[in-house]
């Protein structure tokens, strides 16, 4: 999750969002070379009295202020277009799990475990015990085999919801009556947040994601245990 009063992006939890992060860095850093060659033009033209107002039209000039940016995007869009094709590909899932978003809290079918499904509340405020996050906890956590490729199919019931964990990279807006899907992929273990990020009434702040990235092991155990077998 986000720290308080952060700057930037959350820690990369997968290799997309690795991804996503390297190709910030790059078009930020083209944004300050730009930022710092216009400003120090604009200086330099109002300090100076080499300035010539009788100049109307410079061919050189011209040239260069045309194929210098087209050549600029296409070193941003190339790598954008490598990403986003990346993000869309779903490489054979081991697992495939069904996010649905409704007003206001989420559903989760496990399609490949028995139908495995429970819905997953916010934690209200009142109710959270030490250690657990205000407006981010949920009473059912969405448990996630760890290293392992996994298929979201994303869909709401009512309204317009959106399915978004930023440490993964993930981010898919759910639509009622269609069914979308994405892939994720946890690097490591851990707890990830996240918050419906498409506005859908009153409680949309408060119908967070919590994805459980376990070992496999572990991950069998929580399925047979919420299955009651
Ligand atoms: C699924 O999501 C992708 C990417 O956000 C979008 O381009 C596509 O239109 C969506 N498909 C449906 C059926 O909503
Ligand atoms: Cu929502």
């Not at 952060?6 to 390297?22: K, N, R, T, Y």
């Not at 300050?32 to 107002?53: N, P, Q």
Request: net charge negative; glycine share 4%.
């Amino acid at each position: 999750m986000a720290h308080p009063s952060q700057l930037g992006f959350q820690d990369a939890a997968s290799p997309v969002m690795e991804e996503l992060l390297h190709f910030h860095d790059h078009t930020l850093m083209i944004v300050f070379l730009i930022s710092t060659f216009v400003l120090y033009i604009i200086v330099a033209m109002v300090m100076t009295k080499l300035t010539d107002k009788y100049i109307l039209d410079s061919q050189e000039v011209e040239i260069i202020w045309t194929v210098l940016p087209a050549i600029i995007l296409i070193l941003i869009a190339l790598p954008s277009l490598r990403i986003l094709y990346l993000m869309d590909e779903v490489n054979d899932p081991h697992l495939t799990i069904k996010a649905v978003g409704h007003q206001w809290y989420w559903s989760y079918e496990y399609t490949d475990y028995n139908d495995l499904s429970f819905d997953s509340y916010m934690i209200p405020t009142q109710d959270l015990v030490p250690g657990q996050f205000r407006l981010l906890e949920v009473d059912h956590r969405v448990v996630l085999p760890v290293e392992s490729p996994i298929r979201v199919l994303v869909s709401a019931d009512d309204v317009l919801h959106s399915w978004a964990v930023p440490s993964l990279g993930v981010k898919m807006d759910a639509v009622p009556g269609r069914l979308n899907q994405t892939a994720l992929m946890a690097a490591h273990p851990g707890i990830f947040y996240g918050q419906c990020s498409e506005i859908c009434g009153a409680n949309h702040s408060f119908m967070p994601i919590v994805v459980e990235a376990v070992p496999l092991e572990a991950f069998e155990k929580w399925s047979l245990l919420m299955l009651d077998l």
